[in-house]
């Protein structure tokens, strides 16, 4: 089992930034790839950005492609979502998760293995 929790999510006004974390306990973290994903409200959960286990490959969604950028930390368990520019529509809950694989295993949900209970951003105009 791996436990994950989400933290760094808050009120921030549009074009501002925000770090959010994910720090991952349970098992060697550097086994995972990882993942963000996020929620608005009235919509589905999608696919943000991935890392493998290394860092040294990731892949975002284009929505945010050029703002927000995926790193990990595999000495601190932790994996970030550094967001700039952000918008209004950024606006959601965002959710960290890790998947039994450590290379990249794509934008699908049901790639991911451990889910954590997420962190709300909210992205005033």
């Known amino acids: 089992q791996v436990q994950l929790v989400e933290a760094g999510g808050g009120l921030v006004q549009a074009g501002g930034s925000l770090r959010l974390s994910c720090a991952a306990s349970?098992?060697?973290?550097?086994?995972?790839?990882m993942g963000w994903f996020r929620q608005a409200p009235g919509k589905e959960r999608e696919f943000v950005a991935e890392i493998i286990w290394s860092g040294g490959s990731t892949s975002y969604a284009d929505s945010v492609k050029g703002r927000f950028t995926i790193s990990r930390d595999n000495a601190k368990n932790t994996v970030y979502l550094q967001m700039i520019s952000l918008k209004p529509e950024d606006t959601a809950v965002y959710y960290c998760?890790?998947?039994?694989?450590?290379?990249?295993?794509?934008?699908?949900?049901?790639?991911?293995?451990?889910w954590g209970q997420g962190t709300q951003v909210t992205v005033s105009s």
């Open positions: 349970g098992r060697t973290f550097s086994n995972y790839a």
């Open positions: 998760a890790a998947a039994r694989f450590r290379l990249r295993v794509g934008p699908s949900q049901s790639s991911y293995n451990y």
